[in-house]
């Protein structure tokens, strides 16, 4: 089953118990972005995406689901 981003965003959050708000402030996004990432509605752009990555400290290629190593 392959991963979606929206899910595996949602997954690493919920691991770290954080809110959406919190993340959003943490990676400089405005909130109701960072919740379109989570619904899937938008996707990151390359510097969110790192961002978002550090943050949760994965690769960047395991935040969009191309590998399960972290």
């Given at each position: 089953?392959?991963?979606?981003?929206?899910?595996?965003?949602?997954?690493?959050?919920?691991?770290?118990?954080?809110?959406?708000?919190?993340?959003?402030?943490?990676?400089?996004?405005?909130?109701?972005?960072?919740?379109?990432?989570?619904?899937?509605?938008?996707?990151?752009?390359?510097?969110?995406?790192?961002?978002?990555a550090d943050h949760?400290?994965?690769?960047?290629?395991?935040?969009?689901?191309?590998?399960?190593?972290?």
């Open positions: 089953m392959e991963i979606k981003f929206n899910e595996r965003l949602r997954v690493l959050r919920k691991e770290q118990g954080e809110t959406q708000v919190q993340v959003a402030a943490a990676v400089g996004l405005v909130e109701q972005h960072y919740q379109k990432l989570e619904r899937g509605v938008n996707l990151p752009n390359l510097e969110n995406t790192w961002k978002l949760f400290g994965v690769t960047i290629d395991y935040l969009v689901g191309r590998t399960d190593e972290r």
